[in-house]
């Protein structure tokens, strides 16, 4: 559930919470309806990290300091609290816009519109000020407009958040309190005083901007920002607008005065000056362009000569000693739209890539052919389709970040990151079960197909880097700069092990580190995630290939997906995106025909593949926690039991009778089918297993005792098979095509069998009859995965990427599909092109899906290592000293 679907559930007697209105720095508001008022208001929720950091009880005891301020231009506060772990307060809401919204209209704005504009806010801080608060963070974000009129909001959050527990913390993690635009040397600086003529310096900063159209200081980093606060004098006003009147510049100049003793003392005499034509007419000294400020002393005429020779050793040292370190970077975070078409149900690798720069993102989409990549630049809203990209997975930025490389049956292909249709790089027939990819250089791609790690090369050569050793399996390639090695994970059994391949000594080695999908940035660190939600850092030496320190947490809550990797993408220049949830909180659905849906009520936890049991009553499903297992919950008893007590089970089928329960069991390379009694009262047994396939579905068919198996071989080919109950189970080919054969379900009367292949080039829904695989039917038009036959007979139902359709049949005498129609759109449901990851009921009017909580943000975080590295100098270079 979103923060905003939390606080609405827990304030519904009080606020009823409308849309959002705005995101900032330090919190989200929203338009909200008070109830016992019958009023709109204005309801801030504050970001949740900066909540934890700041402490909650003490962040509102803070802000209660301002609830009394009561001015014609001042917004109120209503009220404040917290609920759901989220702290919110409440304001008025005023019908208008801001004074930032005016000026990225406007630009300029009038000069008489200006000066009052700054008179009232002016008057505003006098109130203020003269009751003990200071503002702290005056922008035109915060400046609101009302009938044309100023009012000022959030009178004393930056307040209470300097005030409260974490305020220290939040400066040095590199979250400042204050905007670099309008911040003062003195706030720059990081003065734990800050005085009432801040908000006179952030106020001239605003009027400077009404007249001018840009602050008095601009850069493209906040450092240099800042760097230009402190050094820098601002450019004329009368030079850039003549008509701005010389008392009017010389207000503004004295508010940006560096010491705050040079500034207007109080907001009351700024206003009043604003209203003096004569204020700085005496003034002898004009002052033009902005340039570094200097300082001139006449040392001969000013300093005995005692003080002479002091004076010109201090010169030398200032110009002879060190540069002093730069500050950190600020780290930013901020919340991305998650696309409404994304699809995280990749199994077995991460499913968005990051461009190096850090501006493109990639990633899996569902659309009307099935799924293609798209490419999301962060500055844009709208993502563009790769053409050619269908049924794409484990995309991949070249180093320079020219090309995407991504998966696409048994090829891997490439398309420009700027736009273009994709072309095949080379044709690896495991591909297809392909668990990630890296680029060494611009023209050779890394895989980790099922027996090692390989690499293509343009024009189709292939060229194996290194065996998978016995009973392990290596996934998630990830190329150091420069092509040197290659980080990896290895996975034995339910759990991943990191590793690095030398590709100048073809040697391989562990690095003893416990974790997923590991990625290296430009600040020399190797990231990784974990089954625990957490991404963690560590610093690497790329000369020795090992870890030089101990791993530190970077990011919290983040999704995973049953494969086991979590869900982000990182640059390498550090920039982070990652899919924002509690390690993959989900939950289980019941939808009718007319896509009304009902939530189960089952704890909020990674589920996979539910199944109903024949007559309705149960469902199987898997739940990955710190093993994947297959659980049963009973809908009449309304609860949830484990079933299955191995390493790795999923992918749940139930026998015709409901009596027992067939799975999927996975133990290093090997997956075979186990079943177990229902009821417990049995542990489980080999159902079936084989040297040559590995097996991940089963279809049992009616009136016979035997099923169909979806296998994948050492080629990584899936193909259909069919297998006898009674012993000996041995493999019977069905359909063993070049193309690939998935999700086979029978009809109600074992006479048909539907499936999907992509012997088309996407993957379709086809029928065939069984047992003789006769005449080859298409169900689907524009694509299709996912087909289950209805208990009932008379359709078939499928997914097209973003809808559930049924198809409705005649199976009578021959086969024939009568029409086709859309019963709603599931994208908020997942999905997978190779797999069914959802179940129809057996009354064919009500289906089971799996519903992600924490899919609907993204999380883009800026400087983080840079801002960690630095630090990590710094410490450094203090133990040096000492």
Same mark, same amino acid.
Not at 182 to 194: F, K, L, N, T, V
Not at 301 to 308: E, K, N, Y
Not at 627 to 651: A, K, M, P, Y
């Given at each position: 559930?979103?923060?905003?679907?939390?606080?609405?559930?827990?304030?519904?007697?009080?606020?009823?919470?409308?849309?959002?209105?705005?995101?900032?720095?330090?919190?989200?508001?929203?338009?909200?309806?008070?109830?016992?008022?019958?009023?709109?208001?204005?309801?801030?929720?504050?970001?949740?990290?900066?909540?934890?950091?700041?402490?909650?009880?003490?962040?509102?005891?803070?802000?209660?300091?301002?609830?009394?301020?009561?001015?014609?231009?001042?917004?109120?506060?209503?009220?404040?609290?917290?609920?759901?772990?989220?702290?919110?307060?409440?304001?008025?809401?005023?019908?208008?816009?801001?004074?930032?919204?005016?000026?990225?209209?406007?630009?300029?704005?009038?000069?008489?519109?200006?000066?009052?504009?700054?008179?009232?806010?002016?008057?505003?801080?006098?109130?203020?000020?003269?009751?003990?608060?200071?503002?702290?963070?005056?922008?035109?974000?915060?400046?609101?407009?009302?009938?044309?009129?100023?009012?000022?909001?959030?009178?004393?959050?930056?307040?209470?958040?300097?005030?409260?527990?974490?305020?220290?913390?939040?400066?040095?993690?590199?979250?400042?309190?204050?905007?670099?635009?309008?911040?003062?040397?003195?706030?720059?600086?990081?003065?734990?005083?800050?005085?009432?003529?801040?908000?006179?310096?952030?106020?001239?900063?605003?009027?400077?901007?009404?007249?001018?159209?840009?602050?008095?200081?601009?850069?493209?980093?906040?450092?240099?920002?800042?760097?230009?606060?402190?050094?820098?004098?601002?450019?004329?006003?009368?030079?850039?607008?003549?008509?701005?009147?010389?008392?009017?510049?010389?207000?503004?100049?004295?508010?940006?005065?560096?010491?705050?003793?040079?500034?207007?003392?109080?907001?009351?005499? *700024? /206003? %009043? !000056? +604003?209203?003096?034509? $004569?204020?700085?007419?005496?003034?002898?000294?004009? #002052?033009? &362009?902005?340039? @570094?400020?200097?300082?001139?002393?006449?040392?001969?005429?000013?300093?005995?000569?005692?003080? *002479? /020779? %002091? !004076? +010109?050793?201090?010169? $030398?040292?200032?110009?002879?000693?060190?540069?002093? #370190?730069? &500050?950190?970077? @600020?780290?930013?975070?901020?919340?991305?739209?998650?696309?409404?078409?994304?699809?995280?149900?990749?199994?077995?690798?991460?499913?968005?890539?990051?461009?190096?720069?850090?501006?493109?993102?990639?990633?899996?989409?569902?659309?009307?052919?099935?799924?293609?990549?798209?490419?999301?630049?962060?500055?844009?809203?709208?993502?563009?389709?790769?053409?050619?990209?269908?049924?794409?997975?484990?995309?991949?930025?070249?180093?320079?970040?020219?090309?995407?490389?991504?998966?696409?049956?048994?090829?891997?292909?490439?398309?420009?990151?700027?736009?273009?249709?994709?072309?095949?790089?080379?044709?690896?027939?495991?591909?297809?079960?392909?668990?990630?990819?890296?680029?060494?250089?611009?023209?050779?791609?890394?895989?980790?197909?099922?027996?090692?790690?390989?690499?293509?090369?343009?024009?189709?050569?292939?060229?194996?880097?290194?065996?998978?050793?016995?009973?392990?399996?290596?996934?998630?390639?990830?190329?150091?700069?420069?092509?040197?090695?290659?980080?990896?994970?290895?996975?034995?059994?339910?759990?991943?092990?990191?590793?690095?391949?030398?590709?100048?000594?073809?040697?391989?080695?562990?690095?003893?580190?416990?974790?997923?999908?590991?990625?290296?940035?430009?600040?020399?660190?190797?990231?990784?995630?974990?089954?625990?939600?957490?991404?963690?850092?560590?610093?690497?030496?790329?000369?020795?290939?090992?870890?030089?320190?101990?791993?530190?947490?970077?990011?919290?809550?983040?999704?995973?997906?049953?494969?086991?990797?979590?869900?982000?993408?990182?640059?390498?220049?550090?920039?982070?995106?990652?899919?924002?949830?509690?390690?993959?909180?989900?939950?289980?659905?019941?939808?009718?025909?007319?896509?009304?849906?009902?939530?189960?009520?089952?704890?909020?936890?990674?589920?996979?593949?539910?199944?109903?049991?024949?007559?309705?009553?149960?469902?199987?499903?898997?739940?990955?926690?710190?093993?994947?297992?297959?659980?049963?919950?009973?809908?009449?008893?309304?609860?949830?039991?484990?079933?299955?007590?191995?390493?790795?089970?999923?992918?749940?089928?139930?026998?015709?009778?409901?009596?027992?329960?067939?799975?999927?069991?996975?133990?290093?390379?090997?997956?075979?089918?186990?079943?177990?009694?229902?009821?417990?009262?049995?542990?489980?047994?080999?159902?079936?297993?084989?040297?040559?396939?590995?097996?991940?579905?089963?279809?049992?068919?009616?009136?016979?005792?035997?099923?169909?198996?979806?296998?994948?071989?050492?080629?990584?080919?899936?193909?259909?098979?069919?297998?006898?109950?009674?012993?000996?189970?041995?493999?019977?080919?069905?359909?063993?095509?070049?193309?690939?054969?998935?999700?086979?379900?029978?009809?109600?009367?074992?006479?048909?069998?539907?499936?999907?292949?992509?012997?088309?080039?996407?993957?379709?829904?086809?029928?065939?009859?069984?047992?003789?695989?006769?005449?080859?039917?298409?169900?689907?038009?524009?694509?299709?995965?996912?087909?289950?036959?209805?208990?009932?007979?008379?359709?078939?139902?499928?997914?097209?990427?973003?809808?559930?359709?049924?198809?409705?049949?005649?199976?009578?005498?021959?086969?024939?599909?009568?029409?086709?129609?859309?019963?709603?759109?599931?994208?908020?449901?997942?999905?997978?092109?190779?797999?069914?990851?959802?179940?129809?009921?057996?009354?064919?009017?009500?289906?089971?899906?799996?519903?992600?909580?924490?899919?609907?943000?993204?999380?883009?975080?800026?400087?983080?290592?840079?801002?960690?590295?630095?630090?990590?100098?710094?410490?450094?270079?203090?133990?040096?000293?000492?």
């Amino acid at each position: 559930m979103t923060d905003a679907g939390r606080l609405s559930a827990a304030l519904a007697d009080r606020y009823r919470i409308e849309r959002e209105l705005g995101a900032g720095g330090m919190a989200t508001v929203y338009l909200a309806h008070d109830v016992r008022h019958d009023r709109k208001v204005a309801l801030k929720v504050l970001r949740p990290e900066l909540s934890a950091i700041l402490g909650a009880e003490r962040f509102l005891a803070e802000i209660k300091t301002t609830a009394n301020l009561q001015h014609p231009h001042i917004l109120s506060l209503f009220d404040s609290g917290s609920a759901e772990g989220l702290v919110y307060y409440v304001m008025p809401y005023v019908e208008g816009e801001s004074l930032r919204d005016r000026l990225s209209r406007e630009k300029q704005l009038p000069v008489e519109d200006a000066v009052r504009i700054a008179r009232e806010v002016a008057d505003a801080l006098e109130y203020a000020h003269r009751h003990g608060v200071v503002h702290r963070d005056i922008k035109p974000e915060n400046v609101l407009l009302h009938g044309g009129h100023a009012m000022v909001a959030d009178f004393g959050i930056a307040l209470a958040a300097s005030r409260s527990e974490g305020g220290m913390r939040m400066t040095e993690t590199g979250m400042s309190l204050g905007t670099p635009h309008y911040m003062s040397p003195e706030q720059a600086m990081g003065e734990r005083e800050i005085t009432p003529r801040a908000d006179i310096y952030a106020l001239g900063c605003v009027l400077y901007e009404m007249l001018t159209g840009e602050p008095p200081f601009t850069g493209p980093t906040a450092q240099a920002i800042l760097a230009r606060v402190m050094t820098e004098e601002p450019r004329s006003l009368t030079l850039q607008r003549r008509s701005i009147p010389p008392h009017v510049e010389a207000v503004v100049r004295r508010a940006l005065e560096k010491l705050p003793a040079d500034r207007f003392a109080t907001a009351a005499e *700024l /206003a %009043a !000056a +604003l209203d003096n034509p $004569a204020f700085g007419a005496t003034a002898t000294r004009a #002052r033009g &362009a902005a340039t @570094p400020r200097t300082i001139a002393l006449p040392v001969r005429q000013l300093l005995p000569w005692g003080l *002479l /020779a %002091a !004076a +010109l050793a201090f010169i $030398a040292w200032e110009q002879l000693r060190p540069a002093p #370190r730069p &500050a950190p970077p @600020p780290v930013y975070r901020m919340t991305l739209q998650t696309p409404a078409n994304a699809a995280w149900a990749d199994q077995n690798g991460a499913t968005m890539a990051l461009s190096p720069d850090g501006t493109v993102l990639a990633y899996h989409g569902r659309d009307s052919l099935g799924g293609r990549l798209y490419l999301r630049a962060l500055d844009r809203l709208d993502p563009l389709p790769v053409s050619g990209s269908e049924a794409s997975r484990h995309p991949a930025f070249s180093p320079d970040g020219r090309w995407v490389g991504f998966v696409a049956g048994s090829k891997i292909m490439r398309a420009l990151a700027a736009g273009g249709p994709a072309e095949t790089v080379c044709e690896v027939p495991a591909a297809m079960t392909s668990s990630g990819l890296t680029w060494l250089d611009s023209s050779r791609i890394v895989l980790a197909p099922p027996d090692g790690l390989k690499v293509c090369a343009a024009g189709g050569a292939v060229q194996v880097l290194l065996a998978e050793p016995s009973g392990t399996r290596i996934v998630w390639p990830h190329a150091l700069p420069g092509g040197r090695a290659v980080l990896y994970a290895v996975q034995v059994g339910g759990t991943f092990q990191l590793g690095v391949f030398d590709l100048r000594s073809k040697q391989s080695k562990m690095l003893g580190i416990v974790g997923t999908n590991p990625s290296f940035v430009a600040a020399g660190y190797l990231v990784y995630g974990n089954l625990d939600g957490l991404i963690r850092a560590v610093p690497f030496d790329t000369a020795r290939l090992a870890p030089t320190g101990e791993p530190l947490v970077v990011a919290e809550d983040v999704t995973v997906g049953s494969g086991g990797a979590a869900k982000m993408a990182l640059s390498l220049n550090g920039t982070m995106v990652a899919a924002n949830g509690e390690a993959g909180r989900a939950t289980l659905e019941v939808v009718d025909r007319h896509g009304v849906s009902e939530r189960l009520p089952v704890p909020e936890q990674p589920y996979a593949y539910p199944r109903f049991s024949p007559d309705g009553r149960r469902v199987a499903v898997a739940v990955r926690t710190r093993s994947t297992d297959i659980w049963l919950f009973d809908r009449r008893q309304q609860t949830l039991g484990r079933l299955s007590f191995d390493s790795v089970s999923t992918r749940p089928t139930w026998t015709l009778d409901g009596r027992r329960v067939v799975y999927v069991s996975q133990a290093g390379n090997q997956v075979n089918l186990r079943i177990v009694t229902a009821d417990g009262s049995a542990p489980s047994e080999l159902l079936l297993a084989d040297s040559l396939y590995q097996l991940f579905a089963v279809a049992f068919v009616p009136g016979s005792r035997s099923m169909v198996v979806r296998t994948t071989g050492g080629a990584g080919l899936r193909d259909l098979w069919r297998s006898s109950l009674d012993s000996p189970r041995t493999l019977v080919p069905l359909l063993t095509t070049p193309a690939q054969e998935v999700t086979p379900t029978l009809s109600p009367d074992g006479r048909w069998i539907a499936y999907v292949s992509d012997e088309s080039g996407r993957n379709e829904v086809y029928v065939r009859s069984f047992p003789d695989m006769g005449a080859r039917y298409q169900v689907s038009l524009t694509g299709g995965t996912e087909p289950v036959w209805s208990p009932r007979g008379g359709e078939i139902f499928y997914l097209d990427g973003s809808a559930l359709l049924a198809a409705a049949v005649r199976t009578t005498p021959g086969f024939e599909v009568a029409g086709r129609s859309t019963l709603f759109q599931a994208t908020q449901y997942n999905a997978s092109g190779f797999d069914r990851l959802y179940d129809v009921a057996p009354d064919g009017q009500h289906f089971v899906f799996v519903r992600h909580l924490s899919l609907s943000d993204l999380v883009l975080t800026l400087n983080w290592f840079d801002n960690l590295r630095a630090r990590r100098s710094g410490s450094a270079a203090g133990g040096e000293r000492r």
